[in-house]
């Protein structure tokens, strides 16, 4: 059985448990090591059971928690190696880290096989992943995109179970009290995606297979949870989908565990 799992999603910090029968990874750390071995066992998750630690960007809301983490874990890290040599340099790896660059195969641990698809953001080198289990589950984490590249669509086409980025809400943003080149780098095509962005996007995906989505790294000044939900909701229901019946929507809370997903 394959499980998915928010540990901490939003501008705050990210971490996403996938796991399966046999173990399971982490998709970033930026929230405190103690916060995801909390997180993890408020949901029955055994620490002792991740395989490994991937990065999907080296900005803090997804390394905070990093390098304590390797330390009381011992498992590989896998990132691109642009970032793994960011993180060396800035001293947020342990000295003994077994980093290791993304093979472009991809990468198995236990019997979850997982790849990384390149995403448009303002990082020295960022991506998303999807992870493949041993009962054939795909479930993808894309976020930090400013735009849904081909790329991306390829990456996540088909998959059952997609983390997607809906950062913004852009009258949130536009009417903020950001600084303008901020709120420009947010809503370019290497920021961040918008909720109108990622509703639009939804569609497709559900019409794909996608059967169970989950609202990801929502802004905390720029963004509220009902509303990402309810431009998502809409956009679905101009496609004629069907809520509990074409697919399963949630936004993943920001600084706790969301639901455990089991597939």
């Known amino acids: 059985m394959a499980c998915f799992c928010t540990l901490a999603s939003g501008s705050s910090g990210n971490s996403t448990y996938i796991g399966s029968g046999v173990g399971g990874v982490l998709i970033d750390a930026g929230i405190s090591c103690r916060a995801i071995f909390a997180a993890l066992q408020s949901r029955g998750i055994e620490r002792t059971g991740i395989g490994a ?24 890290v896998y990132a691109t190696e642009e970032v793994l040599d960011f ?33 448009p953001h303002d990082s020295v080198h960022s991506v998303g992943y999807v992870a493949v289990s041993g009962n054939g589950k795909k479930m993808a984490v894309s976020t930090d995109l400013g735009a849904v590249t ?20 852009k009258n949130m943003l ?27 996007f939804l569609p497709q995906l559900v019409q794909a297979g996608a059967r169970r989505l989950v609202l990801g790294h929502l802004s905390r000044e720029n ?8 431009t998502a909701a809409l956009a679905l ?6 809520r509990a019946e074409d697919y399963e929507i949630e936004v993943a809370p920001r600084y706790e565990p969301g639901s455990l997903i089991c597939l």
């Open 53 to 76: 630690v991937f990065i999907t960007h080296e900005h803090i809301d997804h390394v905070k928690g990093l390098k304590v983490l390797l330390k009381r874990l011992a498992v590989p």
């Open 87 to 119: 993180l060396a340099d800035r001293d947020a790896l342990p000295a003994d880290a077994r980093a290791v660059p993304m093979p472009a195969q991809g990468v198995a641990v236990g019997d979850l096989y997982i790849g990384a698809f390149e995403t």
């Open 150 to 169: 081909p790329t991306v669509r390829q990456a996540v086409d088909g998959c059952d179970l997609v983390l997607l980025e809906s950062n913004y809400d």
């Open 174 to 200: 536009m009417a903020g009290g950001y600084p303008y080149p901020l709120k420009r780098r947010i809503d370019g095509e290497k920021g961040h995606l918008s909720n109108e962005g990622c509703a639009a």
């Open 223 to 230: 963004n509220l949870p009902g509303l990402a939900l309810e």
């Open 237 to 242: 229901e101009k496609a004629g989908l069907r």
